[in-house]
């Protein structure tokens, strides 16, 4: 029996990473111990016992995804609910506006030109006229409202499409999953007939780190989106500071528009970024590379850039042509290379996830192989759950 411990969550961003650090450590422990149990229980067999531990991981990576497409599919499912209750308000919308001008039309003018003859004053007739101007106006604002709400159920329908297009991806991965699952299990079992209990407890142990990396990482990616507005507007402000800033050499302080410091003050950020830039340009010019296939097709088991491939096969595509090798599928990439932490990903890394891999860009943001439907695409790092961050340059 085992103990898990989960800490009070974190407020700041660097902070929900530590936890997250400390969780996928834990959980790369408890797949170190499998590993050893399995070592244990036949050190005759080397082939079988790595066998053993990614069977482990495929377990994993399965209820990852299937929680992943049993939420995608909530998700799909209040969409169409609120599609379809924004196709109930435009046609009663439309119906409205059609009876409105249709009585208009019938009537021509006869109808308020009698209703002014008809006043009984200058101000009955004065007030009758205002009241044929309000028709006129709810007329225009009827008409504004069925435009908008047939934007809206235009977004609603592709936000829709791109759900289902994620998900049917989900379950072709899932599926792929589980064939490789089959054939491990069998191997195991015919070896190892007591297999089955040991791996329960350790599926337990690796589930519930799990649970927290899927909640850490969400949490991540939310405080991220919060820093982001945050950021948005503080440069609005610096812009609007900008506009008001004398420009015509009276001895005020200038400011530099694109990094909103004063000049002569940002000498040492400079060599800063320089420095930084140097470090990371060959992950970079691999990132500008791999962003020319965007828009080339998904195809499983491929590996051309070009004509269409697959998550891994577009990672491994992308490095040979720098000369670098890495595994074909995406479970071995996630043990090449040198692991890292996400918060310190460069752009060039893997971002590995159940069953997926993409390449990240830098700034939260990936290009990968994603569906059939949307190809090679970018995309945002934390749209999943991330299992593993490798740097193999």
């Not at 016992?49 to 209040?78: A, F, W």
Request: aromatic share 8%.
């Amino acid at each position: 029996m085992f103990e898990i411990v989960v800490p009070a969550w974190a407020t700041t961003i660097s902070g929900v990473r530590n936890q997250r650090n400390q969780t996928q450590q834990s959980l790369n422990e408890v797949n170190g111990e499998i590993d050893d149990i399995q070592s244990q229980r036949d050190e005759a067999n080397s082939e079988l016992e790595t066998m053993s531990g990614q069977l482990v991981d495929i377990l994993t990576s399965i209820e990852i995804l299937e929680e992943e497409i049993e939420l995608k599919q909530k998700e799909i499912n209040i969409a169409q609910k609120d599609l379809t209750e924004a196709q109930a308000v435009e046609a009663e919308q439309y119906e409205g506006m059609k009876k409105r001008i249709q009585f208009m039309y019938e009537q021509g003018n006869m109808v308020y030109m009698q209703a002014l003859l008809g006043a009984a004053s200058y101000s009955d007739m004065v007030n009758k006229a205002e009241y044929v101007e309000g028709i006129y106006n709810y007329d225009r604002q009827l008409l504004a409202e069925y435009v908008q709400n047939r934007e809206t159920i235009e977004n609603l329908k592709i936000s829709l499409e791109q759900e289902k297009s994620q998900m049917l991806t989900s379950e072709y991965e899932l599926e792929q999953e589980r064939e490789s699952l089959k054939l491990l299990v069998a191997i195991q079992r015919r070896t190892v007939e007591d297999f089955d209990a040991q791996l329960e407890n350790a599926r337990k142990k690796a589930s519930a780190y799990k649970t927290q990396l899927q909640q850490q990482t969400a949490r991540i990616k939310k405080l991220e989106e919060q820093e982001r507005k945050k950021k948005e507007e503080e440069e609005k402000k610096k812009e609007e500071e900008v506009q008001g800033t004398d420009t015509d050499g009276d001895g005020t302080t200038s400011i530099d528009v694109n990094t909103g410091e004063t000049e002569g003050d940002d000498v040492e950020a400079e060599e800063e970024d320089d420095d930084s830039e140097g470090a990371s340009s060959f992950g970079q010019e691999i990132c500008d590379y791999a962003c020319q296939f965007v828009g080339n097709p998904y195809v499983f088991g491929g590996t051309s850039l070009t004509d269409g491939a697959d998550c891994s096969g577009f990672t491994q595509s992308v490095f040979a042509h720098f000369g670098i090798s890495i595994p074909r599928d995406s479970y071995s990439q996630r043990s090449c290379g040198v692991g890292v932490a996400y918060e310190d990903a460069q752009p060039g890394d893997i971002i590995c996830y159940a069953g997926h891999v993409a390449l990240y860009l830098g700034n939260g943001q990936i290009v990968h192989a994603s569906t059939e439907q949307t190809g090679i695409t970018y995309g945002y790092a934390t749209y999943r759950t991330i299992l593993a961050v490798r740097r193999v340059i």
